[in-house]
C-alpha cells in the first residue's frame, strides 16, 4: 500500500470541487498541477477515447440503416413503398399492353429469338407465339420509372448486403431476397445501355414477395420503437394473409402474361381462375390454354400445398398457447368498459365461484369486467366455469405474473377501477406464499400508482409490508378473534360471516321448518351507510341523541342502527352512547335487508283510525307492536309503516298475567331524545369502588385478585391495534407459563392443582403464531369482568419462541404446553375435563393434500374423537374447506342430517352464496373456515368501510368511545318483556346498549332409521306438552348446569324425558322389538363404559385426579336433558331427540323471545363516560371503577 501511495498520490484538496465542476479543464490550465505532476513521467495524464470504431463511415450507414430503430424503421417502410409502386407499375403496363398492336421494329429482337426458337421446335409448340411471353409493349414513361426504382432498389439492396457482411460473401448472395432483387432490378439497368431490350419482359409482380418480407420486418421495428409487443397470433394471422394474397398476385400476373401468347387472359380474368383454383371450387370456365401456363399452376398449387399448411400449423399452435395464456385484455374495452383485475397465486373452483358470486351480487357491478391473472394454467373445472355463457362474456383468464410488466401490460391494470391481490391460505409455508403476495402487491404499486388495491395477508407481522394498499384483510387477525369471541359470544363466526355475506334473506323461505324460514329470513341483512341529511331512516332524528335514534328507527322501520362517523373524523364508531347527539352530516351505519335507496315506503293511512285490528307479524307471531312487512328484493324493498306514531302510554308497557287478576309487571322506561347526564349510566358503568374492594376480599389469595388495568407492553408483531387489557402487576417468569411442568416460582403440573374458579379456554394449534396473540387479547380486554376472565391454556405441536413468551407474559392465566389433540395424555394434562370451550385451530401442516378436500380429515376425525370421549365440551373447530362442515359430529343414520343436505343443494342449485349455512355446525357456530371472511375484501369495493366494522366488532381496532360486541342471557326474570322490540326499548333506556341480534337454541324432534322403537308413546306425550304453557326452551352453551331448584321448567323436563324414556323401555312394541332394543342399550352402554374407564386409566397413569370426569352413564336425566339443551350433548339414549342452534340478525320488532336466547349487543364504550378528573388525576381508582363497573353491567337482568 505504501508503494501505491508513492507512485499514486491524492489529489489535493483544493483541486476536489474544481475538478468536478470544470472537468478535464482544470488539469490542462492549472500550472500548479502541472508543476506537480510532470516530476514524473508515469503520472501524465493520457486522454482515452471510447468507441472509437463507431466512428468509421461503415459503422455510421450501419447505425443510420439498421441498429437504429427509428431511421430503419423509415427506411424499411421507404423500401416497401418502392415495391408497391413496382407491383403498381406493372398493373399500369398491363393495362396499357395489347398484344395484337405490337410493331416489328420495336420487338425486332425479340422476333429474332422467336424465330429461332420456332425453327428448332417447330412440330410441338407452332401454335405458341414466343416474342408475345419474352417481350412487352412498355411504353417510355413507364419504363422510365421502372428503370429508376430498379436503380433505388439495386442500390440500396447493395449497401444493405455490404453493410450486413459478415464474412461469408456467399451467403448474402444465395438468400432469396437478394436474388429476387437481382432479377426484378438488373434487366431494368442493363436497358439503359442497350436500348433493343428495353421491352424484354421481367417478372416485377414478385416484388410482391419483397413488399412482404419488408412489411414483416417494419412491423416488428415499429413494436420496438414504440416499447409494445404485439400479440403473436395477429402477426401469425398477419404474415398468413400476406402469403395468400403474394400467391394469389404472383399466380395472376403470371397466368395473364403467359396467356397472352395463348388465350389472351384479361388480369381479371386471371385472378378469377386463382381464386376459383386456390378455394378448390374449380368451376373450369377459365383454363390456361397452353403448357406454360398449365405448369405454373401446378407449381403454384404445390407452393400452396407446401406454404399454407406450414402457416396454418403456426397458427393453430399461436391459437392454442394463446388459450392457454388467455390473449390479451383489449385496450379499446378497457377505455370504454370497467373492468377490475384478481390476481392469485394459483386459482380453485370454490375461490372463484366465492369470488363472482359475492362481486356480482351487487347491482352496479353487472357491467363490469373480471381479468384474472394468474401464474398457472387454467383448471379444467375452471375452465368449464368459465365456459357458461353467464360468466363466459364477463370473465378473462390470462397466464401470467403480476412481476412482469407485460402481463400487467396484457390485463390493462392502469385503466382497471381495482387490483385483488390474493394468497394462497393452502400452501405449506405461509411466510412464502406472504412473501409472494407483497412483491405482487409491490409490482402492482409500481406499475398503476392510480389502481386501488385489496390485499390479502396471512399473517400478522407482514401486513405492514403493504400497508400503503388501500384495503387489507390479515387473516390470522381476523381467524383468531373471531375464535376468541365465539368462546364468550356464541356463534360470533356466524353472526360476522353472515354480516359480510351478500344475500337477499329468500334462503329456505319454503321450507317447511319455522326455524329454517326465519334464521333464512334474517341472514338477508347486511350493513349499509347512508348520510343523515339524505335519510328517511334517520333524516327525523336531526339534533336527537344516537339512543333515541337508533330505538325509533327500529320501531317505526325495522332497520337497526349500530354506528355513526362525524364529517370531520375519520373514525367509525359504533355505538357512542346517549351523548352522541345526531348531526345531518352524519354518516349512519346500519342493518338492514337492503339499503334505503332501494326501498319504497308505503304509508297506510287507513290504519291509523283503525289501531284496534289485530294484525300478524312477519313470523305470524302475536304482537302489539306496529307490524313492519319488509319485502326484499335485490331491486326494491317496501316498508309498511302502521300506526307510526307512538301510544300514549307506550312508557307502560306490561305483561298481563294468566288469570287476568290485573296485576302488572314493571313498566320500561322510554327513551330520551337528549341525554341526561345526571341519570345515564353512572352506577352501571362506574360503580362504586367499595363493592369491588368486598369482591377482592373474597377472592383475597386466589390468582387474579391482584390484576391492574394497561397497555400491553410487548407487541409480537408491528401494526397491532393498542388495547387496554387486564394485565398481571409484573411479568410472569416463562417458566411460569408451562403449564404442565412445575418450576422454582411455582409447583402445580395440572390444571387441577391451579384450583381455577372458571372454566378453561383450551386452544389447540400447531405453532405460536403472532396471530394468536389476537386471541388472548379480547379474552383480557378491559370491559370483560375480572370475575369471569377464563384461564387460556395453548395447547402447541411446537413450543413457542421466546419473542412469543415475551408478548403474553404479562396477561393474566395465560399458559402454554407442548401436545396435539390426537394424544389423550396431552389432553388430560392440560385440563380438558376442566374446560368449557376447545378450539381447533387449522394446522398449517395439513392445510395441503393430494386431494383438496382431504386437508381437513385429520382435523375432522380427531373432533370426532374428542365429542366421543368428552362428550360435554363445547368444541370450536376450524376447517380449510366450508363444504367439510357436513363431517362434523357425522351420523350416519341421521335422517335431518340428511334433509338439510338436500336443503343445501336446492339452495345451491338456486345460486344461493350461502347455501351451507343450513348445516347444523354452522348455525350453531362450532365451525369455522376463514374462506368465509373472503367475502369481507370482496364487499370492501362496494362498502369500505367493511373491514373497519368487521374489526370493531371483533375487537381488533379499539376506537375511543366506539363500543364493543358482548352477549346477554334471557332469563325467566326477563321473559315479562316478551318481545325483542320491547328488549330494544329496555336496553336502550337503561344501559344505552343496541342489541343487533339473537343467538337461539331450541330442542328439535326428528326420527331416524338407527333405532326400532316405536314412537308413538313419545308421540303421545309431545302433543301432551304442546299444550303446556311453555314450549321447550334452550340454554346458551357456555352456561353451566344449574340447579332443579333455580331452573323449574329445566327439571319438568327432565322428569318429562326420563318418564318418556321409562315408557318406552317398559312397554316395546313387540319381543323382536324389545330384543333389539336391548342389544342396541347394552352396545350403547358397554361402549361409555369402555371409553370412560380409558379415560379414568390414563388419568391414574398420569396421577390426576379422576374426580372432575363424569361418566355419562352416571349422569342423572336432569344433567343429561340439561347438557342436551345446552347443545353439549347429543341425547345417544334417545335418537329422536336433538337440539339445534341458530343466529337471528336483526329480527323483526314483534319477535317473541324464548327462555336461554342469547341477545347479541353493542355495549358503549365504558371510558366515553367517565369523569376527566378521575381519569387525570385518580388513574388507580378509575381501573377499580371500570373494572367494578363493567361486572355489574353483566350481571344486571331485566
Not at 506537480?36 to 440503416?65: C, G, I, P, W
Not at 284496534?612 to 305470524?620: A, E, F, R, S
Not at 363445547?874 to 363444504?883: K, N
Not at 341425547?1131 to 337440539?1139: L, S
Request: charged letters at 20%; one cysteine or more; aromatic letters at 10%.
Amino acid at each position: 500500500m505504501a508503494e501505491v501511495d508513492t507512485e499514486v498520490p491524492p489529489l489535493p484538496p483544493r483541486y476536489r470541487f474544481r475538478d468536478l465542476l470544470l472537468g478535464d479543464q482544470t488539469f490542462q490550465n492549472d500550472d500548479r498541477y502541472q508543476e506537480e505532476y510532470s516530476m514524473d513521467s508515469t503520472n501524465a495524464q493520457v486522454q482515452v477515447e471510447f468507441y472509437v470504431n463507431e466512428n468509421t463511415f461503415k459503422e455510421r450507414l450501419k447505425l443510420f440503416f439498421i441498429k437504429n430503430q427509428r431511421s430503419s424503421l423509415r427506411i424499411r417502410l421507404f423500401n416497401f413503398s418502392l415495391k408497391i409502386l413496382t407491383c403498381a407499375l406493372y398493373i399500369l403496363r398491363v393495362s396499357l399492353d395489347h398484344p395484337s398492336t405490337q410493331s416489328s421494329d420495336e420487338f425486332s429482337c425479340c422476333q429474332t429469338l422467336s424465330t429461332r426458337q420456332r425453327d428448332s421446335n417447330t412440330t410441338s409448340s407452332a401454335e405458341i407465339d414466343w416474342s408475345l411471353i419474352f417481350c412487352v409493349n412498355r411504353r417510355t414513361p413507364v419504363w422510365a420509372i421502372q428503370v429508376t426504382v430498379a436503380l433505388i432498389s439495386f442500390l440500396e439492396t447493395m449497401l444493405i448486403t455490404y453493410l450486413s457482411y459478415k464474412g461469408n460473401i456467399w451467403e448474402q448472395i444465395f438468400q432469396i431476397s437478394f436474388i429476387l432483387e437481382m432479377i426484378n432490378s438488373v434487366p431494368f439497368i442493363i436497358t439503359i445501355f442497350w436500348r433493343p431490350l428495353r421491352n424484354i419482359f421481367v417478372p416485377v409482380f414478385l416484388n410482391c414477395w419483397l413488399a412482404k418480407g419488408a412489411l414483416e420486418n417494419m412491423i416488428n421495428d415499429f413494436h420496438r420503437a414504440i416499447q409494445r409487443t404485439h400479440s403473436a397470433m395477429f402477426n401469425q394471422v398477419f404474415i398468413l394473409i400476406c402469403t395468400l394474397l403474394c400467391l394469389v398476385f404472383t399466380g395472376a400476373c403470371g397466368i395473364q402474361h403467359l396467356e397472352r401468347a395463348g388465350k389472351h387472359l384479361t388480369l381479371f380474368d386471371s385472378f378469377y381462375f386463382c381464386i376459383v383454383t386456390f378455394s378448390t371450387v374449380g368451376y373450369g370456365d377459365v383454363t390456361p390454354q397452353i403448357w406454360p401456363s398449365q405448369l405454373l399452376v401446378v407449381i403454384l398449387i404445390c407452393v400452396a400445398l407446401v406454404v399454407l399448411p406450414l402457416q396454418f400449423e403456426e397458427l393453430a399452435y399461436l391459437w392454442m398457447e394463446s388459450q392457454k395464456l388467455g390473449g390479451n385484455y383489449s385496450r379499446h374495452r378497457a377505455q370504454t368498459e370497467k373492468h377490475v383485475v384478481l390476481c392469485v397465486s394459483s386459482l380453485k373452483i370454490d375461490l372463484l365461484m366465492d369470488f363472482l358470486n359475492e362481486f356480482y351480487a351487487h347491482p352496479r357491478l353487472q357491467d363490469y369486467y373480471v381479468v384474472i391473472l394468474c401464474p398457472t394454467d387454467i383448471d379444467i373445472q375452471v375452465r368449464r366455469i368459465l365456459q357458461i355463457p353467464l360468466w363466459s362474456q364477463r370473465v378473462i383468464y390470462l397466464q401470467g405474473s403480476a412481476l412482469k410488466d407485460q402481463d400487467l401490460m396484457r390485463a390493462k391494470m392502469d385503466d382497471a377501477e381495482a387490483c385483488f391481490i390474493l394468497s394462497s391460505r393452502n400452501e405449506v409455508d405461509r411466510t412464502a406464499a406472504d412473501h409472494q403476495t407483497i412483491l405482487r402487491a409491490w409490482a402492482a404499486k409500481d406499475f398503476a400508482p392510480n389502481c386501488p388495491l385489496y390485499v390479502q395477508i396471512l399473517k400478522p407481522e407482514n401486513k405492514f409490508h403493504v400497508k400503503f394498499a388501500d384495503h387489507v384483510v390479515c387473516e390470522e387477525e381476523f381467524k383468531y378473534a373471531m375464535l376468541a369471541l365465539n368462546c364468550v359470544c356464541p356463534a360470533t363466526s356466524t353472526l360476522v360471516t353472515l354480516l359480510v355475506h351478500t344475500s337477499r334473506g329468500q334462503e329456505g323461505q319454503l321450507s317447511p321448518e319455522q326455524w329454517q324460514r326465519m334464521y333464512g329470513r334474517c341472514s338477508g341483512n347486511e350493513v349499509y351507510h347512508i348520510r343523515l341529511c339524505d335519510s328517511k331512516f334517520f333524516g327525523e332524528y336531526d339534533g336527537k341523541s344516537f339512543t333515541y335514534a337508533s330505538f325509533h328507527a327500529h320501531k317505526k322501520y325495522g332497520v337497526c342502527l349500530i354506528g355513526v362517523k362525524r364529517e370531520d373524523n375519520k373514525s367509525i364508531l359504533l355505538n357512542p352512547g346517549p351523548r352522541h347527539i345526531m348531526a345531518s352530516t352524519d354518516t349512519c351505519y346500519y342493518i338492514n335487508i337492503t339499503k334505503e335507496e332501494n326501498s319504497a315506503f308505503i304509508f297506510k293511512q287507513e290504519e291509523k283510525h283503525n289501531t284496534g285490528l289485530p294484525v300478524t307479524g312477519l313470523y305470524d307471531a302475536p304482537s302489539r307492536l306496529p307490524v313492519h312487512s319488509i319485502i326484499a328484493s335485490m331491486g326494491t324493498v317496501a316498508i309498511d309503516l302502521q300506526n307510526p306514531d307512538p301510544p300514549e302510554d307506550s312508557g307502560k308497557l306490561t305483561l298481563p298475567t294468566e288469570n287476568g287478576s290485573g296485576s302488572r309487571r314493571p313498566s320500561i322506561a322510554p327513551v330520551l331524545e337528549i341525554a341526561d347526564s345526571s341519570a345515564i349510566l353512572p352506577c352501571d358503568l362506574l360503580s362504586d369502588q367499595s363493592e369491588d374492594e368486598t369482591n377482592q376480599s373474597d377472592e383475597e389469595g386466589s390468582v387474579g385478585s391482584d390484576f391492574v388495568k394497561g397497555y400491553p407492553p410487548n407487541s409480537p408483531y408491528i401494526g397491532s391495534s393498542p388495547t387496554l387489557c387486564h394485565l398481571l402487576p409484573q411479568k410472569a417468569p416463562f417458566c411460569c407459563l408451562r403449564l404442565d411442568k412445575g418450576c422454582t416460582h411455582s409447583s402445580f403440573e395440572d390444571a387441577k392443582a391451579y384450583g381455577f374458579k372458571n372454566k378453561l379456554i383450551i386452544v389447540s394449534a400447531e405453532t405460536a403464531g403472532n396471530g394468536l396473540y389476537n386471541f388472548i387479547v379480547p379474552l383480557r380486554a378491559y370491559y370483560r369482568p375480572r370475575k369471569e376472565l377464563n384461564p387460556i391454556v395453548l395447547l402447541l405441536d411446537y413450543p413457542p419462541d421466546n419473542h412469543f413468551l415475551e408478548a403474553i407474559c404479562c396477561f393474566p392465566m395465560v399458559y402454554f404446553m407442548a401436545g396435539t389433540i390426537d394424544n389423550l395424555d396431552n389432553l388430560l394434562q392440560c385440563g380438558i375435563i376442566y374446560a368449557d370451550n376447545l378450539v381447533v385451530v387449522d394446522k398449517e401442516s395439513t392445510m395441503s393434500a393430494e386431494e383438496d378436500y382431504m386437508a381437513d380429515a385429520k382435523t375432522i376425525v380427531n373432533v370426532q374423537t374428542m365429542f366421543r370421549l368428552f362428550p360435554s365440551l363445547s368444541i370450536i373447530t376450524e376447517l380449510t374447506h366450508p363444504s367439510n362442515m357436513r363431517f362434523m359430529q357425522f351420523r350416519a343414520k341421521d335422517c335431518y342430517s340428511l334433509a338439510l343436505s338436500k336443503l343445501e343443494k336446492i339452495e345451491r342449485d338456486k345460486g344461493s352464496n350461502l347455501a351451507f349455512m343450513f348445516r347444523l355446525p354452522f348455525a350453531a357456530g362450532r365451525v369455522f373456515s376463514i374462506s368465509m371472511l373472503d367475502t369481507l375484501l370482496y364487499q370492501s369495493f362496494v362498502k369500505d368501510y367493511m373491514i373497519a366494522i368487521a374489526r370493531l366488532l371483533l375487537g381488533l381496532d379499539t376506537t375511543p368511545g366506539s363500543g364493543y360486541l358482548c352477549a346477554m342471557k334471557i332469563t325467566e326474570e326477563d321473559l315479562w318483556i316478551r318481545t325483542y322490540g320491547r328488549l330494544f326499548q329496555k336496553l336502550c333506556s337503561s344501559s344505552a346498549e343496541i342489541p343487533i341480534g339473537i343467538y337461539r337454541t331450541e330442542s328439535h324432534m326428528f326420527s331416524t332409521s338407527e333405532s326400532q322403537v316405536s314412537i308413538n308413546v313419545q308421540q303421545g306425550e309431545e302433543h301432551r306438552e304442546r299444550g303446556e304453557s311453555w314450549k321447550e326452551k334452550t340454554a346458551h352453551r357456555n352456561s353451566t348446569t344449574s340447579d332443579q331448584s333455580e331452573h323449574p321448567l329445566l327439571r319438568k323436563k327432565s322428569m318429562q324425558w326420563a318418564r318418556r324414556l321409562s315408557r318406552k323401555s317398559a312397554k316395546p312394541s313387540s319381543r323382536a322389538e324389545r330384543i333389539s332394543q336391548q342389544r342396541l342399550n347394552l352396545y350403547r352402554r358397554s361402549e361409555r363404559q369402555e371409553l370412560s374407564e380409558l379415560v379414568k386409566n390414563r388419568m391414574k397413569h398420569l396421577g390426576l385426579p379422576t374426580v372432575g370426569y363424569e361418566d355419562v352413564s352416571n349422569l342423572t336425566a336432569s344433567d343429561v336433558m340439561n347438557r342436551v339443551n345446552l347443545g353439549y350433548l347429543q341425547d345417544e339414549m334417545n335418537d329422536h331427540q336433538n337440539t339445534l342452534s341458530y343466529v337471528l340478525i336483526n329480527p323483526p320488532p314483534d319477535t317473541m323471545l324464548e327462555l336461554n336466547d342469547v341477545v347479541y349487543i353493542i355495549r358503549s364504550d365504558p371510558l366515553a363516560h367517565m369523569p376527566e378528573d378521575s381519569q387525570v388525576g385518580q388513574q388507580a381508582r378509575s381501573r377499580n371503577q371500570q373494572d367494578f363497573g363493567t361486572e355489574t353491567r353483566d350481571e344486571t337482568h331485566l
